[in-house]
């Protein structure tokens, strides 16, 4: 982690403002996202001064315009020996190497630990619609006004003074989070893994949360080196880490950041543009996804599960939001027999869950219950291949139905 000023101008730990500054005062160039002035979209910019940094700073949930980036990187690339970074998603650090043809020396990429980015056009509308007319003068994506936490909060400034704020609940985070309104290649990205095209990848370490040890409430980077470059840039930014510097196991690191390892699948997504068509409205269309995500989701479990297993009971695997959620049917709920649940390290009964009280096992006790031919196993969980996996290795043969 980096001094508090650096934090403080962060969305974590500010490991990205170290290593751009060791660029800059080497005479390099640093390339990554910055608003435009409007605020109404964003772009890949170049600079090689340490006063235009603050526009790089901070995360910008949107689809960023690399323009002609990669052309005038190639060009300071062969025109002198400067150094220079270059940070923005895997796909956008890929697609760099791919057009230069050839990895340099001198040029360093950083990749970061992505969700997928939202349509720039729905943003622009969005925060046209928030300004109400009026200029808008700064937005934070990641405002650590109540510090740094898991729960997102974004703060848009106008030319009058005021300000407004929302959180995960509000209209544009519950779209982001939920996948609703991301591009469609997102949901099944090649680069939700460890093989990385950046020399290293940052993005916070959510598996440190609420730990004292980590977290004081002011931001903690997650750095994962992936080759020798990558190493040689953040030995040299060491010495200016003034905060908790510790080598952590990989499992940690993937502990709360599944987008390290997986992408996110889209929830409502269609029916989101369908509603944006239907009414061209920016704010009815996210209301509207807002408010029938999950029912949408109740809807679709329903109809999979009446087609693919209509006179079988149930074993709902995730006993968390969407796993509940799901049990409001009453479909569903006639057949459910029991929750099994990741946390859960023994059996707890009478567990109340939509007023109706259920049994909720461990994955270990839940094994020998699976055994009725009758019986099959609803998985309301982003990793249901994994949970597949899982079953299959305990020798369970249900049916297994993954609805994520």
Known sequence: MADDEIRSKSSSGGVFTLCADLILADGGYVCGAAFTNDFRSVEHIIINNPDELFKLQKSKYIQSDTKYVYAKIKNLLNENDSPVLFVGCPCQADALYS???????????????????????????????????????????????????????????????SLYTETNNGLWYTAFLKNSILRKSCSHCRYANMSRPGDITIGDYWGGAGNT???????????????KKGMALFERIKPFINCLCKEIKLESAKDKNSMLMKSGIESGREEFFTQYKKCNNIYKALSFISSELNNIKRRKAVSLISDEAPN???AMWGAGKDGTEITKDDKIREKLLFFIDNNTDKQKNGVEINGFKYSVYSPDNAVALLTADDVI???????????????ISREVKNKIIKLK
């Open 312 to 314: 079988r009971n149930i």
């Open 377 to 391: 196993v609803i998985v309301s969980s982003r990793f249901g291949d994994e949970i597949e996996k899982e079953l």
């Open 213 to 227: 040890e980590y977290d004081d409430g002011k931001g903690t980077s997650l750095v994962i080196i992936n080759n």
């Open 99 to 161: 057009f230069l043809g050839t990895d340099y020396p001198q040029l360093y990429t950083i990749d970061f630990i992505c969700h997928g980015v939202p349509s720039p056009m729905l943003w622009a509308e969005y925060i046209d619609y928030l300004s109400g007319g009026k200029n808008i003068t700064h937005v934070d994506f990641r405002s650590k006004k109540e510090g740094w936490k898991p729960e997102l909060l974004l703060s848009a400034t106008f030319d009058d003074g």
